[in-house]
């Protein structure tokens, strides 16, 4: 249980509930309380409080919820006991500057703070090796409590992309690490600050996600219930909250393969996750480990040999199929032969964690349902099919052109989930070739599927006048802004650069939606010079809104004037220029830009001593800069800068240790991937982007 005083001076002050128990009260500064910032966040703490006492069927344990704004904290939130503490960015909107991601932020944090009143102050686990439950329980149901307060949104899908992908991506290395840890292994501070990772928040969403589909809701919730009310005030081990589940089980009479711990233990006590292999031509569904680069040298032994209870969840041509179980490496499973043009899709919704991996007329056959009617196919699973081919062909496990095919469609696609995983993916291409010929050929073929997507855009909002009104149509927009732009569409560079002007112009009357800021300030300033860089300092300066400096903290890293971005990259050393909370998210800022890539790991290399010493574990989040910053390495020369960089290094590396051997091993992967697909994707890109 986290428990924290805070003396509210003359500085802050609050708005509250009138009749609600419990008293709900939102502290800031009184000229963001003044202009109603504190509004939104309890227009929903009440609804969000309500859905988990629900949810859980334990009633809230406080008689008040109180949460504060700080103009300066290292964390995002931290869930005090009836006092929860956020950064300002992450508990204050403001409807005129604020955008729906904002919004959606806001919503999504303050849920899972609140789920943390129940599990992890009300029932709090016995020692920091599993705090992935408390973490991974709280990251899942967030999405729920958000969904239940905004139920247009249909927040929960968002899981897919915001945590299951994210999970994945650190999961499938050599270097990924279990949920759960001996006691005895998390014991010095550092090692506890590394278990607070990508692996407890996201995989744990992801796996308990899981539990609860196989399980059903119903059953899930009766579990949690019982765990709850018997720990109350107590610490607990993951054991327990396994034996109450299946208690639960046992009286709802569900068939489950093997107990709820034996199929848990395969998710829990071994890192990484399965691909699953099916063959529609013969019936045989196996599994295997997946690695995105399969040559990598395994460390880590598994008490389970890399194998796991699979939920497979399916349909064939349209018509959704019993769930069966994958309980061995391999079984015939006959009903998945498939003849014609019917075609087979694993993992529905993606309620399981894994990827899957078909044969090649069946890849085919989805393939062609994808330019015939793609609507035929569940939008997550239109996401899923081009980021499980991506990362399929990344550990050669099937051709990079089939990756490449899985975009084809996406002309036609219009909805913002594939649109994100296909941008996702791509992305990793821009990484690797942004210093090759490669570059301009993605450029154009890019351009060319984006295009209708942003004639779309522009023409549902009546030529720009107004935003979308579904709220991942209004994210969908931004992705047709952004990337038409970067890809050199003239007529959105033009529309960016005339939004922008006429800010600079009447710098009190900003004219650009706030949905859009983002998109286009990278946009003007990367198209701009000095003046326009100077306008966005002077404005992020001036921000009185935490969010509005956010945008423009990202916006200015996209400038193409070295000396430019050689001064910004000056100023995370001066708290007064950048506050060192945010002078990590500048730094990867600038790396993610082409011409700031070499600048800013120079820039890591030369200061390094000086930014651990004087920041410290605090106040810098090391993991973050480390994997921030080496994520475009893919050549020699890269890898032998950052193996110097770990003997060079006399001071260490703290929290960031495992990050930067996930980064050595990141970047051999790379290297070896670059070199057998680089021809290859040239070829493809040179054929389609004419």
């Known amino acids: 249980m986290l428990v924290l005083c805070v003396h509210a001076s003359h500085v802050y002050d609050r708005v509250h509930s009138q009749t609600s128990i419990p008293q709900i009260q939102i502290w800031a500064r009184k000229k963001a309380i003044e202009d109603g910032h504190g509004d939104y966040a309890l227009s929903i703490t009440g609804p969000i409080l309500k859905f988990f006492e629900n949810y859980y069927s334990v009633p809230y344990p406080l008689s008040k919820s109180d949460q504060i704004a700080l103009p300066d904290f290292y964390f995002g939130a931290m869930e005090n006991w009836g006092l929860v503490t956020y950064r300002e960015t992450n508990l204050l909107y403001d409807p005129v500057i604020s955008s729906n991601a904002n919004k959606e932020r806001t919503a999504t944090i303050i849920a899972h703070e609140l789920a943390h009143m129940w599990f992890g102050n009300l029932v709090t686990l016995k020692w920091w090796n599993e705090v992935w439950l408390n973490e991974g329980f709280a990251s899942y149901v967030s999405y ?30 050599a270097s990924s690490h279990p949920l759960s840890s001996k006691e005895e292994d998390i014991i010095k501070p550092e090692q506890i600050t590394e278990q607070f990772d990508t692996i407890s928040y996201s995989k744990g969403a992801s796996v308990l996600r899981m539990l609860s589909d196989f399980l059903t809701e119903s059953v899930f919730v009766q579990g949690l219930n019982t765990y709850l009310t018997m720990f109350a005030y107590q610490n607990t081990v993951g054991e327990d909250l396994w034996n109450h589940l299946q208690t639960a089980v046992d009286v709802s009479g569900t068939v489950l393969p093997l107990s709820v711990k034996k199929i848990m233990d395969r998710w829990v006590l071994q890192m990484g996750f399965p691909v699953v292999l099916i063959n529609t031509t013969t019936g045989q569904v196996s599994q295997m480990h997946f690695l995105l680069d399969p040559e990598s040298s395994l460390q880590r032994q598994s008490p389970f040999n890399y194998e796991w209870i699979v939920p497979i969840n399916w349909m064939k041509a349209e018509v959704e199929q019993s769930r069966f179980w994958l309980t061995e490496k391999t079984v015939y499973h006959s009903d998945m032969k498939a003849t014609g043009n019917e075609w087979v899709l694993v993992n529905l919704n993606i309620t399981g964690y894994y990827r899957v991996n078909y044969d090649t007329e069946n890849w085919e056959r989805l393939l062609n349902q994808l330019t ?78 984006v295009t209708p997507l942003f004639e779309h855009f522009k023409t549902i909002t009546e030529n720009w006048s107004h935003v979308p009104t579904g709220h991942t149509d209004q994210y969908n927009q931004v992705n047709a802004i952004r990337f038409a732009c970067s890809t050199g569409v003239d007529e959105c560079k033009n529309l960016t650069k005339g939004w922008y002007k006429q800010w600079m112009d009447q710098a009190n009357h900003n004219p650009i939606h706030p949905n859009l800021r983002s998109a286009v300030y990278c946009s003007a300033i990367a198209s701009g010079g000095t003046a326009e860089w100077d306008f966005g300092w002077l404005m992020f300066k001036n921000a009185t809104i935490g969010i509005e400096a956010d945008k423009l903290i990202s916006a200015l890293a996209c400038a193409k004037d070295t000396t430019l971005l050689k001064r910004y990259l000056g100023y995370t050393l001066d708290a007064s220029m950048i506050r060192k909370q945010d002078a990590s998210s500048v730094i990867v800022y600038i790396s993610s830009n082409p011409d700031g890539q070499t600048l800013a790991w120079d820039f890591v290399r030369k200061n390094w001593v000086y930014m651990f010493t004087e ?67 040239s070829d493809w890109l040179m054929a389609e982007s004419v």
């Not at 969904?147 to 945590?163: H, N, P, T």
């Open 144 to 173: 729920l409590g958000a969904d239940f307060a905004e139920s247009s949104w249909e927040v929960k899908d968002l899981i897919i992309l915001k945590d299951v992908h994210r999970a994945f991506a650190v999961d499938a290395l």
């Open 372 to 449: 015939e009617n793609h609507t035929v196919i569940p939008v997550i699973n239109r996401a899923q099919i081009v980021d499980d081919a991506f990362n399929l062909a990344r550990a050669k496990i099937i051709p990079v052109t089939l990756a490449l095919n899985t975009t084809k469609y996406l002309s036609e696609e219009r909805e913002y989930m594939p649109w994100q995983s296909a941008l996702n993916n791509l992305d990793y291409l821009y990484l690797m070739f942004t210093q090759t010929d490669v570059y301009e050929l993605l450029q154009n073929y890019t351009r060319k599927q």
């Open 615 to 681: 920041y410290g574990v605090g106040s810098f989040n090391f993991a973050s800069l480390i994997s921030g910053i080496t994520k475009t390495f893919s050549t020699e020369s890269e890898l032998e800068q950052l193996l110097q960089f770990k003997r060079d290094s006399e001071i260490g590396f703290g929290s960031g240790t495992a990050a930067l051997e996930q980064a050595i091993e990141k970047t051999k992967a790379n290297i070896k991937w670059v070199a057998e697909n680089q021809r290859e994707i």
